[in-house]
């Protein structure tokens, strides 16, 4: 039996056989070839585009029922590019004029259509690149043999098996849960990617970055993968097994039995009620809303309807999906507007933020929407028409500057006067709120709580940026710390600030969804927690066991610890001290 280690997401464990999923390696042979083995060289690409050919044909064939209908249309893009003169007949006469090997002549031929797609303005022509790379990657695999296990992924049923990768993206996590699988371990990635929150909003046990200990998996290893001590077991002996199959069915047990407190308030023990609202990106997180007993959306993430879809969804149809999300939830939804870039791309691709240096710091959420009004305008008036039918709330994702608020403001009036005028029902007065997730806004947020109706703080990028963290980045993930001074100063600021211009402050970051943290959030000031259903029973527990009044001297204490150690202590101290 093998340990390996990595980061845990989530704190269940899953059970099931290794599905090893293949990359095809990154660096491909070149060689030049002798005159009499060109035709030879000819004939293996033909048949590896073939093969890439039967493959996709095979997978549209097998398609299973249950799976997303953007599926078929990624499929035939892909078959279709197949017959591009840049795959089909270029490298042919690369290989019969330059003698380069079949690899070498395809990857050319490849970067000149990827270098193309790059310079494109439009950012949705722009990630087609990401097609051409996955077609490509595909004739790779056939010309250097390799099994197609991307078929596999698709088309087989993976119940009752973890899937081992290099990296998934958050789409290809979306579409392996709907081939059920039970978890995933990967060689990259850390706690705070997108790819990990949708883990945990899936409720699909993971351990990313496990590097180069990953290879020690082979198909059909039996595998335990335990969240909670960020370990995965290959192949236990069957006394550890029954250990962790035990520890699995209590786990599901206390989950049922956290399902009681659906109907209770989240009430702390000295009389303080808390909102507690769901973070929902996928339309199966409306399905379990009203069982986990939120009190409403916190955090909608609206850039999930783009990242699976071939083409930017219209305005009706974003319509439609809003209205649907008002019309499940429990209470008040925060639509939150676009927050594409950096690892969410459109697509479900491998990203164009690859060509960026900073993608995290570069075009992303409202900088995007800014500068792409045919992306935001759209949106904003989805949301505005959507409104009438429920509680909608507008939030605005990674707020730096006053005057990118006050460029969005203007927008959403161009919007509604354009409403107005086509005689188009809307509902005018949505309040509209900002996520402090900047330093730069945290730091000044009493000037962005005078305009705007409610705050709420996005831990995930506002640690990532105040720490200089790259959140994806799985080798600075030790250095990811939400008890750093510096963050819960902030946060604290932030707090006060809404309390000060009388707007409520909610926390939609990972952060808010961790129990352990729960009593220090209460005891700064937050009254409004939104995360993953997942998370929702433990957290209204945890509430329910805190006495805000009585922990009142450790948080002033914590707010003024220097040493890590110390403020460790303090946290021990502030939950282990139940109040009853
Ligand atoms: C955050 O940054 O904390 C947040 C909730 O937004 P996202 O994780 O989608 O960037
Ligand atoms: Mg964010």
Not at 76 to 87: K, N, R, S
Not at 532 to 559: F, G, M, V, Y
């Amino acid at each position: 039996m093998l340990s390996l280690f990595g980061t845990g997401i989530g704190r269940h464990i899953a059970i099931g056989r290794a599905v090893v999923l293949g990359n095809p390696a990154r660096t491909i042979s070149r060689h030049l070839l002798t005159n009499d083995q060109i035709d030879d060289e000819i004939s293996r690409l033909r048949f590896a585009v073939n093969d890439a050919r039967e493959g996709l044909m095979h997978l549209a064939d097998n398609l299973p029922l249950d799976a997303p209908p953007e599926t078929r249309a990624f499929i035939d893009v892909h078959l279709l590019m197949l017959d591009d003169p840049v795959i089909a007949t270029a490298p042919i006469n690369t290989i019969r004029e330059q003698k380069k090997n079949a690899e070498w002549a395809l990857k050319l031929n490849a970067d000149k259509l990827i270098t193309f797609f790059e310079g494109i303005e439009d950012s949705y022509l722009r990630s087609k690149q990401n097609d051409v790379i996955q077609v490509v990657d595909r004739i790779l695999l056939s010309l250097q043999q390799a099994p197609t296990e991307a078929d596999n992924r698709l088309a087989n049923d993976l119940a009752g098996h973890i899937v081992v990768a290099a990296d998934l993206t958050p789409a290809d996590t979306v579409m392996l849960r709907h081939r059920h699988m039970n978890g995933f371990v990967t060689r990259f990635g850390g706690p705070i990617s997108h790819t990990a929150i949708l883990a945990r909003s899936l409720r699909v046990p993971a351990v990313l970055g496990l590097h180069g200990t990953i290879d020690y998996i082979r198909n059909d290893d039996l595998l335990v993968i335990d969240g909670a001590n960020n370990t995965v077991l290959v192949a236990p002996d069957e006394t550890l097994l029954a250990e962790f199959q035990h520890r699995r069915d209590q786990a599901q047990a206390r989950t049922l039995s956290l399902q009681s407190l659906r109907a209770e308030k989240a009430q702390t023990q000295d009389g303080c009620i808390v909102r507690l609202l769901a973070n929902v990106e996928l339309p199966e997180d409306l399905d379990v809303l009203h069982d986990a007993g939120a009190d409403g959306i916190g955090l909608y993430r609206t850039e999930f309807l783009f990242m699976n879809a071939h083409q930017q969804p219209s305005e009706s149809e974003q319509y439609s999906a809003y209205c649907q999300v008002l019309e499940h939830s429990p209470g008040p939804v925060a639509i939150r507007t676009l927050d594409l870039g950096a690892d969410k791309q459109v697509d479900g691709g491998r990203s164009n933020s690859q060509n960026t240096v900073n993608p995290a710091l570069g075009l992303r959420a409202i900088r995007l929407c800014l500068r792409e009004p045919d992306l935001f305008k759209p949106q904003l008036r989805a949301i505005f028409r959507a409104a009438i039918t429920g509680q909608a709330t507008i939030m605005i994702p990674m707020l730096s500057s006053l005057s990118e608020l006050d460029q969005t403001l203007m927008i959403i009036d161009e919007v509604k006067d354009e409403l107005s005028r086509e005689g188009i029902p809307f509902k005018s007065d949505v309040p509209i709120g900002g996520m402090i997730e900047v330093p730069a806004a945290a730091i000044a947020a009493d000037l962005f709580a005078r305009k705007l109706d409610f705050l709420s703080i996005g831990t995930n990028d506002l640690i990532q940026y105040t720490l200089a963290i790259d959140r994806i980045d799985d080798e600075v993930n030790y250095l990811y710390n939400p008890l750093h001074p510096a963050v819960l100063r902030l946060i604290h600021q932030i707090i006060q600030a809404g309390a000060t211009a009388g707007i409520p402050v909610s926390m939609c970051g990972e952060m808010a969804g961790d129990p352990d943290y729960t009593r220090l959030l209460l005891g700064l000031g937050l009254r409004e927690f939104s995360m993953e259903c997942s998370s929702l029973p433990e957290i209204k527990q945890r509430i329910r066991e805190s006495d805000i009044n009585a922990q009142r001297a450790t948080i002033e204490e914590i707010l003024a610890a220097s040493a890590p150690s110390q403020l460790d202590q303090l946290i021990v101290q502030l939950n282990d001290g139940t109040s009853d």
